[in-house]
């Protein structure tokens, strides 16, 4: 029987580092441990991910001494840390280095997008991909495209609400621009698969359920709940002024949070509908393999299928635990 | 017959660019175009350019209109500008776009180094890298390692002086590092063949015709010359510490050109000898093609018959006309 491999991984507690620790436990191919930092300690989350028996590391990420320690006999280093904090990696990969780890997998797990000049998300994640390869530890990049669980639209009869973070029937631009999208649940099946995989090593890889257009979806809608939906357009012109005005709130203000989360919205509507970056075709461009096609035998949650969840009362509401 | 393609090539008359053009009409699959900035414009490189029936456009590289009347009906368009001015290509590009051009090559043509970090000559030509793709055109990164020019020892007859740039044998380090090395004089006829093929469509190639350590380099010279060669070693702390020095000398006056390249220069040895970033392992691990074993049907020049030549009095000094 083939020895499993030891794999660490930071932001467990995430949206994203959920779905990853659930899919490298489903897939019984892992030897998981946890690496939290001091401020999320007492989470109720990290307390529940330690009641499974993971063992967890709670180290500074400032502690190159205690990392290296952490990363020893670690073979996949992979790390789901929140877009604010991606700087933060910096020393976790020097210390990845010194550790010999195998495999890096740096925050990545956005829509497919310009390395740089397009968003200031994608912008800081290259700082930290540039690092590696400055550095020259093996690493794969996944990005995952937009989440279903926020891209689905309301519907009039109420049903939707309690499952959407931000309840709006925005239609952007004329509503036909495809982006790939990932069920949030199926990201840690892909990483799963990913991380495994020798073609994926110093590679960039994409996921994605489906690719949908804003029309496709509005229709899927309709036709699974039977009702007729209302929809607010939002132009070209409109998304253009909102990163302008993002920008120059953020530039007023970079440590205010919120105003880094509105550039971020911004931005992605940006690359989503006018730019049209978060497609295949953009992918194969930049340089990506498609983990569709590396996965064949892997069948993803569909957009349908989640959407009929939801209707059903299934749904979650994401970033609400 | 296929219809040839039409090249516009920047940087005609510089090194690089000379071997480019040479490269590109000895193929005979080309209709070559050059673009001449104003202040090259009177230079008697240009006029014997001219005199060959090249088409040359003199525009400057801030005028985007004359840009794109040069680029109309292009099908590629290669930059061979020096490093000094690799971000003049940023208006260049954009006009590319709009003019929609096939392939863009941007200004490379260096060593495999970290795209950041690393070395200032590679840091500015990843910015108009990243400028590139976020436009989304087509292009082909093509490196060259280090030329034979410029890695050959001299004799102690003095029998290679009158071809060496800056005469000196210094051994970097313990002298084992091997460095991609390419003739100049076969840049253009990998670039011929690089263009041509659409294998290499948004893609990285690097080309050399040997691999060879200072040590290599150092026996070949003895053997061919029957002289006993003497060195000077330089040891890592001291390229490290000419780095150091060379940045801030650099930064207190980042417009005076020859701290610029000293700065290049001593970057270029960290990278080749103390990080030993030049060669085909790390190459593969940036993701870049081989031209070698794209193109196993052309034989390079051999850095034992470059250095037979200059011993016959047959080589030429570089920057030198």
New interface residues.
């Given amino acids: 029987m083939a020895v499993k491999q030891k794999v660490l991984l930071l932001g467990a507690t995430g949206e994203t580092g959920t779905s990853i620790l659930k899919g490298l436990q489903e897939s019984g191919n892992f030897n998981i441990e946890v690496l939290v930092r001091p401020t999320s300690a007492n989470k109720p989350s990290v307390q529940k991910i330690q009641e499974q028996g993971i063992k967890t590391w709670c180290i500074d990420l400032n502690e190159s001494t205690d990392l290296i320690s952490a990363l020893s006999g670690v073979d996949v280093l992979i790390s789901a840390i929140g877009p604010q904090d991606v700087l933060q990696q910096k020393k976790l990969f020097k210390a990845a280095k010194l550790a010999g780890i195998k495999r890096v997998v740096p925050c990545a797990f956005i829509t497919v997008a310009?390395?740089?000049?397009?968003m200031l998300v994608r912008d800081e994640k290259e700082?930290v991909y540039?690092?590696i390869?400055?550095l020259?530890i093996?690493y794969t990049i996944i990005d995952v495209g937009y989440w279903y669980q926020i891209s689905f639209p309301i519907v009039p009869s109420g049903k939707v609400d309690y499952a959407s973070v931000i309840p709006n029937n925005t239609i952007h631009g004329d509503g036909t621009a495809p982006n790939l999208l990932t069920d949030l649940r199926d990201i840690g099946r892909f990483v799963a698969r990913i991380i495994s995989d020798d073609r994926t090593l110093?590679?960039y890889v994409y996921t994605f359920g489906d690719i949908l257009t804003e029309k496709e979806i509005y229709r899927i809608a309709e036709e699974l709940s039977g009702e007729k939906l209302e929809s607010t357009p939002m132009s070209t012109e409109q998304i253009e002024d909102s990163v302008v005005q993002a920008k120059a709130a953020f530039s007023q203000d970079p440590q205010d949070p919120m105003k880094r989360m509105f550039l971020y919205l911004s931005e992605y509507k940006l690359s989503k509908y006018v730019r049209k970056d978060n497609r295949p075709a953009?992918a194969?461009?930049?340089?990506y393999l498609n983990a569709r096609s590396l996965y064949p035998e892997f069948t993803p949650l569909s957009f349908r299928d989640f959407f009929a969840e939801v209707l059903d009362g299934k749904g979650r509401k994401v970033y609400s635990s």
Same sequence: chains 1, 2.
């Fill in positions: 310009p390395p740089n000049g397009a700082e540039n690092d390869k400055l020259g093996p110093n590679k953009y194969d461009y930049l340089g």
